[in-house]
Each structure stands twice: as structure tokens, then as C-alpha cells.
């Protein structure tokens, strides 16, 4: 099974931030790697699929990259809005993973 | 619009069986494929599996196979799962979500669009 690493666990950004959130693969996914929000009490939401492709309705400040084993999600300017927990998931092979997820917190 | 109506909440004894349903509506249900997630309490996201629509392949979480049945009935839009010899680990809310509805070998080059609201499944004596 392919085994994902998120990084941070948890961070506190204040409104307006940048923040930066990274996920390791333990063998190659391609571009074959998803990026989900949740807030407390809700399904996940998708952001981006495929590394990079923002899903449609999803604001611009949250943008993704990488490939292979390692990738990264970014939020610029983060909005209060934003405070939720983020979890990376690779669709490559099967068992489809997510990783542990990173609780984004108000600072 | 679309979106995936679920079952409601459960509860059942160890040992026993649950059978979560998946309603969808606004989109063409056999172009798709619906993958299983659960979420123990306080805990992350767990993939269970996935079911092409489709075609009718399935994939199931290594640790789940033997345990797990994943369905879907055309003729209503709906998908299922059951989950069988329930243990108390079992707990947790379960969310089914739309995918693609053909992935070569498993690989699928997207994410889960759109989710169901999720169903709690608790399973205690």
C-alpha cells in the first residue's frame, strides 16, 4: 500500500497568511494526487484533483503542485473561511490513501 | 442539482450486519463510479473501496475484503454498502462520494466530486 505523509499535523495562521501544506508518497503516484477540505460535522469537500486542477467553485487562492512523491497545497491570503482540516489522497493504485490530515487553526 | 442523498444512522450489535444506501440524483448515475469512506470518531479519512458503475468492477480496502459488498442498482439510482460481522471499530460515519466511472487497473486520474452527506454507523452492545 502506498503510504502518505502530511506535513504539518497542525499549524495557526492568521488571516491573510500564506500557508503551505505538504504530502509525501511513499513511491510514485504521477500527478494522481487529490486534495480535500473538511470543516467539523461535514463531508469532505475536493479542491484539487490531479495535483494542480482546481475543482470549479473552489476560490483561487488555493492552488496545488508537485509530482511523483512529493506535493504541496497552498492557500494564499487565507480567509477565515479556510480554518478546517486538509487531507491529501492518492487515486494511483489500489488501496486508494489519505494521508493523516493538517488542521489548520486560527492563530 | 447534483448530489448523493444517504441512509440514515444506525446502530447494531457486534456480530451484525449494515447496509448503507447512496441515493443519487442530477447527473447520469451509470457514467460515474461511488467510493466508500469512513471516519471513526476524532479520527481521519479512511478509503473502503470503490464501484464502477459503469462496468460493475470493484475494489475493496485490503483489510475490509471478506467483510465488505459493494453494490449499485441502476434501475434506482442507488448504490450500497454492506458491511458485515460488525465490530466495534466499526463505528464511525460512513460518506459515500462520485467518482469516475472507469479507472484503468484501479489508477483513476481524479478525486471524489461530490459526497453524501454521510451516515453514522454505531456498533456497540
Known amino acids: 500500500d502506498i503510504q502518505m505523509t502530511q506535513s504539518p499535523s497542525s499549524l495557526s495562521a492568521s488571516v491573510r497568511d500564506r500557508v503551505t501544506i505538504t504530502c509525501r508518497t511513499s513511491?510514485?503516484?504521477?500527478?494522481?494526487l487529490n486534495w480535500y477540505q473538511q470543516k467539523p460535522g461535514k463531508a469532505p469537500n475536493l479542491l484539487i484533483s490531479?495535483?494542480?486542477s482546481v475543482q470549479s467553485g473552489v476560490p483561487s487562492r488555493f492552488s496545488g503542485s508537485g509530482s511523483g512523491t512529493d506535493f504541496t497545497l497552498t492557500i494564499s491570503n487565507l480567509q477565515p473561511e479556510d480554518f478546517a482540516t486538509y487531507y491529501c489522497?492518492?487515486?494511483?493504485?489500489?488501496?486508494?490513501?489519505f494521508g493523516q490530515g493538517t488542521k489548520v487553526e486560527i492563530k | 442539482q447534483v448530489q448523493l442523498v444517504q441512509s440514515g444512522a444506525e446502530v447494531k450489535k457486534p456480530g451484525a450486519s449494515v447496509k448503507v444506501s447512496c441515493k443519487a440524483s442530477?447527473?447520469?448515475?451509470?457514467?460515474?463510479?461511488i467510493s466508500w469512506v469512513r471516519q471513526a470518531p476524532g479520527q481521519g479519512l479512511e478509503w473502503m473501496g470503490w464501484?464502477?458503475?459503469?462496468?460493475?468492477?470493484?475494489h475493496y480496502a485490503h483489510n475490509l475484503q471478506g467483510r465488505v459488498t459493494m453494490t449499485a442498482d441502476t434501475s434506482t439510482s442507488t448504490a450500497y454498502m454492506e458491511l458485515r460481522s460488525l465490530r466495534s471499530d466499526d463505528t464511525a460515519v460512513y460518506y459515500c462520494?462520485?467518482?469516475?466511472?472507469?479507472?484503468?487497473?484501479?489508477?483513476?486520474?481524479?478525486?471524489?466530486?461530490?459526497w453524501g452527506q454521510g451516515t453514522t454507523v454505531t456498533v456497540s452492545s
Open positions: 489522497q492518492q487515486s494511483y493504485s489500489i488501496p486508494w490513501t
Open positions: 464501484i464502477s458503475v459503469y462496468n460493475g468492477n470493484t
Open positions: 462520494a462520485r467518482g469516475l466511472g472507469y479507472c484503468s487497473g484501479g489508477s483513476c486520474p481524479s478525486g471524489m466530486d461530490v
Open positions: 490531479a495535483t494542480s
Open positions: 513511491q510514485s503516484v504521477g500527478s494522481y
Open positions: 442530477g447527473y447520469s448515475f451509470t457514467s460515474y463510479g
